[in-house]
């Protein structure tokens, strides 16, 4: 296995903060930082990604990035993370971050009437529970039903991702106070429960739909299930949330089969990183992630592999007194619990994926400075923007029936 995947797991935090501080003194000695202005984003200055959208036109089967921000930090241009798979007229959509339905309805549906916004749902699928890849989940939840989910009595949109963590995670920095606990009784539950709490805590609003206008119980169109790790996967969310194993099988149907593996952002337990086959080839969704020998050995030979990315640079210019607490704390996560621009490449070498494509990015790093994961690997590396269509496979002849942006 590849010396950076080996590695990411051994920085002590003394060697995390000596590389932030090295980033930082970079910064302070005059280079750019990019990230340093926030309302300004620009992967998509260059205008690849229109071009690379249209190279897409006509294959049956396309990667669809609705949106390709990192969050929590909101940014004017770019919206939350979440991606689609569109293999014919069937759409499968994995984590819904901020402004994912919006941009689902511009991608899918933008001239089709409202009610018919959702029909071609079959699925979604979470990472992991981050509110960054789940914050417009109760948006589907809530509003589906008017937009086009009343009408699947007969084929409830299925949904897929983590369960209940078990414990909650340890406070850092070691010694740190630790902060009130939220919802002391069930502290970490899994998408089932929090499907059933998002309904209730609408139960105001969804009792005068259905009661008022006729609207059918939502809970018979969205169906939440957690996905079962195997009795011999032995994991401790604050030991090894990602343990060696091998990719398990969570839905199939007549033009997919999409198969899971654990991936390791700690303290976040558990997190998946998800494989879509198809008939046109493969696409690998990496989640967030540090380097990950799991997520490479579902990635194998994969047509596509979206990864995130992140930018040490923009770690530094947010953080210029590395050893506040507080800052400390965070960049510990993200230099942790992500892969960095320099690392992403070796993965997607190691996994021998055709194409990498950059998501989960941060605001404000230049296009240039996303292609230097390009140094690490021998594929193409294409920086993800929202909306940006990515063919897989042989172009084909359009249908009529299907949609295509």
């Known amino acids: 296995m590849c010396d950076v995947i080996g590695k990411a797991h051994e920085l002590s935090r003394r060697q995390l903060l000596k590389q932030a501080g090295a980033t930082a003194a970079v910064a302070a000695a005059g280079a750019a930082v990019p990230g340093a202005a926030f309302g300004r984003s620009t992967p998509g200055d260059n205008g690849a990604g229109q071009a690379i959208t249209a190279r897409a036109a006509g294959c049956r089967t396309q990667l669809v990035l609705l949106g390709v921000l990192g969050g929590p930090l909101l ?35 933008p001239e089709s009437p409202y009610t018919q916004t959702l029909s071609q749902l079959r ?27 009343s009408a699947r009595a007969a084929n409830p949109v299925q949904v897929y991702g983590p369960g209940e963590r078990g414990s909650l995670p340890p406070v850092y920095p070691p010694g740190r ?8 009784q069930d502290p970490t539950p899994g998408i089932a429960t929090t ?18 206008a006729g609207q059918p119980d939502p809970r018979t169109r969205i169906l939440a299930h957690d996905i079962p790790l195997p009795a011999s996967v032995i994991a401790n969310a604050n030991v090894d949330p990602a343990p060696d194993m091998q990719p398990i099988s969570v839905y199939e149907d007549e033009v997919v089969k999409v198969s899971a593996t654990l ?47 992140i930018d040490p640079n923009w770690i530094a210019s947010l953080f210029p007194n590395p050893n506040e607490p507080t800052a400390e704390a965070i960049i510990h996560h993200l230099l942790t619990a992500h892969t960095t621009i ?25 296009h240039g400075r996303w292609m230097q994961a390009k140094e690490n690997f021998s594929g193409e590396v294409i920086v993800g923007e929202d909306l940006m269509r990515v063919g897989v496979g042989r172009r084909h002849r359009r249908s009529s029936e299907v949609i295509y942006r």
């Open 75 to 109: 940014d004017t241009n770019m919206h939350g993370i979440s991606s689609a798979v569109q293999v014919e007229d069937k759409i499968y959509v994995v984590d819904c971050g901020e402004g994912s339905w919006s941009q689902y309805r511009r991608a899918f549906a």
């Open 123 to 149: 699925s979604v699928f979470l990472t992991h529970l981050h509110s960054d890849h789940t914050v417009d989940y109760n948006n589907l939840l809530v509003l589906g039903g008017p937009n086009g989910l």
């Open 177 to 184: 106070p630790a902060p009130p606990v939220m919802a002391p």
């Open 195 to 212: 499907t059933t709490r998002i309904f209730e805590a609408y139960s105001s609003d969804l009792n005068d739909r259905m009661r008022d």
């Open 263 to 309: 991936v390791n952002h700690r303290p976040t337990f558990p997190s998946f990183g998800f494989r879509f086959d198809t008939a046109d080839g493969s696409i690998v969704f990496s989640g967030d992630t540090a380097p990950e020998k799991n997520l490479v050995e579902l990635a194998k030979g994969a047509d596509i592999l979206v990864h995130e990315a």
């Open 342 to 366: 320099e690392q992403v490449g070796v993965v997607a070498q190691e996994a021998g994926v055709k194409t990498l494509v950059l998501n989960h990015i941060n605001a404000g790093t230049s």
